[in-house]
């Protein structure tokens, strides 16, 4: 079966609607073949955006958004903030393009691109994050460097795994890349990671 990292899904498109009750408010999200959890909230993804802490003024960023659901659901807490979104897959990033604007959510862009590539420089609040967990460990090491350096000092990291599919390690990598980390919330085989960035001048 494809890998839903590609950039250029080669499974037709198919497109379909699919609602969730998140923070206490029902979304309809737009999805497709050949993109992540494209049936329905995945249970991580579910887990990570109840437990996410997201201020109204935080600027937010999402990476690999897929199609969108924790980047819509933080612009929506984010009232005063902005929130950008990025993913690998150009089918995923036009399906959060669409759900932003059936959101009619302003404070939000979608860029396609690696990692934080597309936002380099950008310095941001919060980054939240169900990452690619089959891209391998020398890919999530790389990909958490650059959340790091994305981050402002005393900013956070929201991370969802899958307890089965290393989590704790996981939990390691996040401590040694950006900083303190604990589990902020437990679910359905998931553990949810907040990390604090350092302050590299302390
Ligand atoms: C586990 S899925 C999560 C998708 C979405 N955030 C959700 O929770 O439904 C991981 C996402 O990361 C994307 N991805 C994989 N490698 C990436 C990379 N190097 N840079 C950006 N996004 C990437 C995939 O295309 C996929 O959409």
Redesign the pocket.
């Known amino acids: 079966m494809e890998h839903?990292?590609t950039r250029e899904p080669s499974a037709p498109s198919r497109r379909r609607e699919i609602q969730a009750r998140l923070r206490g408010k029902v979304w309809t999200f737009v999805t497709d073949r050949g993109?992540?959890?494209g049936a329905g909230?995945?249970p991580?993804?579910r887990a990570l955006i109840e437990a996410m802490r997201i201020e109204p003024t935080d600027h937010v960023l999402?990476?690999?958004?897929?199609?969108g659901?924790?980047g819509l659901v933080a612009a929506h807490l984010a009232t005063r903030g902005r929130v950008v979104l990025?993913?690998?897959?150009e089918r995923?990033v036009q399906l959060a393009a669409d759900n932003v604007r059936r959101q009619h959510l302003e404070n939000v862009e979608v860029y396609g691109?690696?990692?934080t590539q597309p936002v380099r420089g950008l310095i941001f609040d919060v980054v939240v994050?169900?990452?690619?967990?089959r891209?391998g460990k020398t890919?999530l090491r790389r990909?958490l460097r650059e959340i790091r350096d994305a981050l402002r000092p005393g900013g956070r990291l929201y991370l969802v795994a899958r307890t089965a599919q290393g989590a704790k390690t996981l939990a390691k990598d996040i401590g040694a890349a950006v900083g303190p980390v604990r589990e902020v919330a437990q679910a359905a085989g998931y553990r949810v990671y907040e990390a604090v960035r350092e302050d590299p001048e302390r």
Do not use: E, K, Q, W
């Open positions: 839903y990292s993109v992540f959890a909230i995945d991580g993804t999402d990476v690999g958004c897929g199609y659901p924790i990025v993913d690998v897959n995923a691109g690696d990692g994050t169900n990452p690619p967990i891209a890919t990909l």
